[in-house]
């Protein structure tokens, strides 16, 4: 069984620690600060720090790789066309890799960055996806390298995953996107359902992750750009009608870049 927790870092990101409790084996994914992982290794002295799993070369994500590699010797697993500091093993679409006993697939999201890569496991109980800065809760990142073509491939991706995935990215933006997918879509009750539960949750300071990707088809207007009503939306915001799923995603980004 593998447990997984939420190291918080910075403002608002998450480093994913897993857990191999039989072994006391562990891993993180994007450590963008070294701190609190040692801060939770010298809690837990008897364990061991296996792997480092790095989505994209964003510095709030490899920031601290090369510290903790170095007083760890853990293994660093990231992106093959990007420069991720310390890396071991560079991963393309495709690659399969073990960590602690469980295999991931690497999934190519370009879109926020180009060499963005995703990590996906069906064999834990839940299928897990490591979703980095590509897919969020009610989200989806902002395109620094990529077009919006290649972001809503990614995503679709991602959509077509078993619905009951369990979604680890990489911040807490669940309450921010939810504000925007209420915009797009004022009658979703299942986006005012959520946004319910999300402002409780918030208002306690509670983690709103992981999500599933069933729900992110329910609620996450990036994945929802074949539905009419979500189309009608983007029209209105760009002042002429949209082609294709692309262009409605590409309405969408750059109404939510400035909402």
């Known amino acids: 069984m593998i447990q997984i927790d939420a190291l918080p870092a910075f403002n608002d990101n998450y480093i994913w620690l897993l857990q191999d409790t039989a072994n006391r084996r562990c891993a993180v994914v994007d450590p963008g600060d070294a701190a609190p992982v040692r801060a939770w290794l010298e809690q837990h002295p008897d364990w061991a720090l296996e792997a480092i799993l790095v989505t994209h070369h964003h510095h709030d994500h490899v920031g601290g790789v090369e510290a903790l590699k170095e007083t760890t010797g853990a293994q660093v697993y990231g992106p093959a066309s990007e420069r991720i500091p310390g890396r071991d093993i560079a991963l393309a679409d495709g690659a399969r890799i073990e960590v602690l006993g469980l295999a991931f697939d690497v999934l190519a999201m370009p879109g926020h960055t180009l060499g963005h890569i995703a990590y996906?496991?069906?064999?834990?109980?839940?299928?897990?996806?490591?979703?980095?800065?590509?897919?969020?809760?009610?989200?989806?990142?902002?395109?620094?390298?990529?077009?919006?073509?290649?972001?809503?491939?990614?995503?679709?991706?991602?959509?077509?995953?078993?619905?009951?995935?369990?979604?680890?990215?990489?911040?807490?933006?669940?309450?921010?996107?939810?504000?925007?997918?209420?915009?797009?879509?004022?009658?979703?009750?299942?986006?005012?359902?959520?946004?319910?539960?999300?402002?409780?949750?918030?208002?306690?300071?509670?983690?709103?992750?992981p999500s599933s990707i069933g729900l992110e088809c329910l609620t996450n207007p990036f994945l929802r750009t074949a539905e009419t009503s979500v189309k009608q939306k983007a029209d209105e915001w760009k002042g002429h009608s949209n082609p294709s799923q692309a262009t409605v995603f590409a309405a969408l980004r750059s109404w939510k870049d400035v909402f």
Not at 189 to 207: G, M
């Open 120 to 209: 996906y496991t069906a064999q834990s109980p839940t299928p897990l996806l490591f979703s980095g800065d590509t897919l969020f809760a009610a989200g989806c990142g902002r395109l620094f390298e990529g077009t919006p073509e290649q972001m809503h491939h990614s995503l679709q991706r991602l959509a077509a995953l078993p619905a009951e995935t369990e979604v680890y990215c990489a911040h807490e933006y669940t309450l921010s996107n939810l504000r925007f997918a209420r915009a797009v879509e004022p009658d979703n009750e299942h986006v005012r359902q959520r946004f319910e539960d999300v402002t409780r949750l918030r208002a306690d300071n509670r983690i709103t992750l």
